[in-house]
């Protein structure tokens, strides 16, 4: 559509150029058809045939607010939260829906929230993916030197993240489960502890 730097369409040569127009003013009174008239009186013809092409939609209902954010689609401020540290991951990711909610759910204070999200998400500043993006030189683990740094090697594989484990009951319990894939791994861990 044409217009003249702000968002008002170009009148035709006898029309009439009006600047607070609103697309509900192009639409007929009883809310199911373009008005003609008044697109013939502000539009030209070109614009007027783009937009009779847009169907309307045989609905007055009210119109509702809705923030995807939430199940519910009812803002949280807790969610506004999520938005502000993870910003785009947050609302692109293609996380596992129950992965995301098990993340969601965990007590705790929110950097850990954070951080398992990160690690599902692939975007732990590991020495792999830090390599992948040619941030550094290695992808070797800098504590052992001796395997590529992922995310399963540092949370799980390399020595000390073994000893640690090795202290708790519920390692026999999980070890077995531990993927590659951290979200998976997060899935998997997420059954042990619901069982
Ligand atoms: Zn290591």
């Not at 013939?40 to 954010?69: M, Q, V």
């Not at 993916?129 to 995310?151: F, G, P």
């Not at 026999?172 to 791994?185: A, H, L, V």
Request: glycine share 6%; proline share 5%.
């Amino acid at each position: 559509m044409h217009n003249r730097g702000n968002n008002t369409p170009v009148p035709p040569p006898n029309g009439l150029y009006d600047d607070d127009l609103l697309v509900a003013d192009l639409i007929a009174e009883n809310g199911r058809e373009w008005n003609d008239a008044s697109l013939a009186l502000h539009l030209r013809e070109e614009d007027r045939a783009s937009i009779k092409s847009i169907p309307l939609i045989d609905n007055n209902g009210p119109d509702t607010l809705y923030w995807r954010l939430t199940p519910t689609g009812r803002y949280s401020v807790k969610s506004a939260y999520w938005l502000g540290v993870l910003g785009n991951h947050y609302v692109n990711s293609t996380i596992d829906e129950n992965v995301w909610r098990g993340i969601w759910r965990m007590n705790g204070p929110p950097k850990l929230r954070h951080f398992l999200w990160r690690a599902c998400t692939n975007t732990l500043a590991v020495g792999a993916e830090m390599h992948r993006r040619h941030i550094q030189e290695s992808s070797l683990c800098k504590r052992c030197n001796s395997s590529v740094e992922t995310s399963k090697h540092a949370l799980f594989m390399c020595g000390n993240a073994k000893k640690i484990w090795a202290k708790y009951v519920f390692w026999d319990d999980i070890k077995d489960r531990i993927d590659d894939n951290f979200s998976t791994t997060f899935a998997r861990l997420m059954e042990v502890k619901d069982a």
